[in-house]
């Protein structure tokens, strides 16, 4: 998405990029984002980052900017930029609860809102990310108590070093593919520290892309995602939308990603102004509606 010639989390000549995942990647003559995005990305892309500190102001091309901390993974940001007819605050992938390995989030209040809408309907609600970790933990405790070797199936960025983190403060130790471990030396690089890596761990984690039939796992095999058997998700749930946007309260609000058409309905029908847009929509700020 464009905004004023500056994108978010879409190339553009200068871009802002969320966090790390690949499909957010973006390109540009200069990408802002947080440092530990940029040693993220640095993993997998190249190109020049100008790197930003949460709370502090910047300029963005023409426009005033701070970033917040979304909650999605190590180093994710959402941004807020100072309009000529208002504020704008973009999410990103976000979470409301803290996650053990994501900086808590946070949500400046804002006059115009573009919000993820990766599980913006009613069916996708979430236990809480500590309800989870006791389900995956117990999980865990009868697949060795039945001799069993359990196996993990996690997205190789953010959901492994979150699943692995859960893992060592209950004292189980994990045997994780070679680009889980470049991921957890940037993890502990900014201070999240891992204990309990081993080359015969208890627990294993394999990749999404690991060989495997989608809804034949063995009963000691779990996908962990909000997709997945077990919903420890690092994206925030229905609920948790609802409470975002409470929070930021908006005059005008636009859904983007997953479930944007029907997130953007659910909130006319709370009385919010609210339309999905696309992901490459290019948004002119004189467009929106005048602050009142």
Do not use: C
């Not at 023409?62 to 930029?81: E, N, Q, R, V, W």
């Amino acid at each position: 998405m464009i905004i004023g010639k500056v994108g978010l989390d879409s190339s553009a000549k200068l871009a802002f990029q969320s966090h790390a995942h690949t499909d957010h990647f973006v390109s540009g003559e200069v990408i802002y984002s947080t440092r530990a995005t940029k040693f993220l990305s640095h993993l997998r892309k190249g190109g020049f980052y100008r790197e930003i500190e949460f709370g502090k102001k910047f300029y963005i091309g023409d426009f005033k900017a701070k970033l917040y901390p979304a909650g999605h993974m190590l180093g994710s940001a959402g941004i807020k930029l100072w309009l000529e007819n208002g504020t704008l605050f973009y999410t990103g992938d976000t979470k409301w609860f803290k996650l053990r390995t994501a900086e808590k989030s946070r949500f400046p209040r804002a006059d115009f809102l573009i919000v993820e809408a990766t599980f913006g309907v009613p069916s996708f609600t979430f236990p809480t990310p500590r309800e989870a970790e006791k389900k995956l933990i117990a999980f865990v405790e009868e697949a060795l108590e039945r001799g069993r070797r359990p196996v993990l199936y996690v997205n190789q960025m953010g959901k492994a070093q979150e699943v692995m983190k859960i893992l060592d403060l209950h004292g189980y130790t994990v045997k994780a593919s070679r680009e889980m471990l470049k991921v957890v030396r940037v993890y502990s690089k900014f201070g999240v520290r891992f204990g309990n890596i081993s080359a015969d761990g208890e627990v294993v984690l394999r990749s999404y892309r690991s060989p495997r039939v989608e809804n034949s796992l063995s009963p000691w095999e779990l996908t962990v995602s909000g997709f997945g058997r077990l919903k420890l998700s690092n994206h925030a749930d229905f609920w948790e939308l609802i409470r975002i946007v409470e929070r930021i309260n908006p005059e005008m609000v636009f859904t983007v990603y997953g479930f944007a058409e029907e997130f953007a309905r659910i909130l006319r029908g709370l009385g919010y102004d609210a339309r999905p847009v696309s992901q490459d929509s290019v948004i002119e700020p004189v467009d929106m509606m005048t602050k009142t």
